[in-house]
């Protein structure tokens, strides 16, 4: 089944002193998802922001917001990225103990669920939770830090999880996040990936060309 194709500019390369008027601007220029990585400073080094800066720029803007929870005990930040206005929340599979029941608690909320693997992470920990997954979220490089160099390596990761989509007859997204740009786009799309995170190829050039190189690339 052909699936759409979706450009998912991550805020965090932004420039956070004037967020309003950047994610207005990838937003008239053809992106459908904004990509929102939420740190805690443990499950990654970097602390990045919470549920009220996703509130106050939710105020500003009709995209999905894809949000990213690179925190440990995710289950504790569910309830208030709800109010805060995602539309999918991404919990990491490395960072619950009980990741069918933190699967169940975003669903119970009526969000779309996603599930992001790190590089080394193998597929059998979500094989038997595809079922009740809208996305998975590949990770193309170590997170935790923008900018930093595609880990091609992964791309074998999301042909085994395209094949086993087709196996189990499921129909879930399939997300990478990573260095993405005009370059590394075209061989995830390749290997089956739908959803794109690009954050420093957006936002530290003009905007409106990257995103639309970008999307000439998935074409």
């Known amino acids: 089944m052909s699936k759409k194709i979706t450009v998912a500019p991550s805020l965090l390369a932004a420039d956070f002193s004037k967020l309003r008027e950047e994610i207005q601007e990838v937003e008239s220029y053809g992106a ?4 929102l990585d939420v740190m805690d400073g443990n499950f990654v080094p970097n602390i990045s ?14 995209l999905v917001f ?17 109010d805060a206005g995602a539309d999918v929340i991404t919990v990491h599979a490395e960072a619950t103990k009980h ?17 992001a693997l790190n590089p080394s992470t193998p ?9 009740d997954i809208d996305m998975v979220l590949i990770m193309t490089v170590n997170p935790g830090f923008g ?3 595609f880990l091609p390596e992964t791309m074998d990761k999301v042909r085994e999880l395209v094949a086993l989509r087709e196996e189990k007859g499921l129909n879930f ?13 075209a061989q995830a799309k390749e290997a ?7 954050g420093s190829y957006v936002f530290k050039g003009d905007v409106n060309e990257r995103v639309q190189v970008l999307r000439n690339q998935l074409d």
């Open 123 to 131: 597929l059998d920990v979500i094989k038997y939770d595809l079922k």
């Open 192 to 198: 089956g990936a739908t959803v794109f995170v690009a």
């Open 66 to 82: 894809d949000v990213h929870l690179m925190v440990e005990n995710p289950d504790r930040f569910i309830k208030d990225m709800v």
């Open 173 to 185: 997204e399939i997300e990478v996040d990573g260095g993405i740009d005009d370059q590394t786009i």
């Open 99 to 115: 990741l069918n029941r933190t699967i169940q608690l975003i669903k119970s909320y009526g969000k779309k669920v996603g599930v």
């Open 49 to 62: 922001f919470g549920a009220p800066v996703i509130s106050s720029i939710r105020k500003h803007s009709n």
């Open 147 to 149: 900018g930093q160099a």
């Open 32 to 35: 459908e998802y904004l990509h």
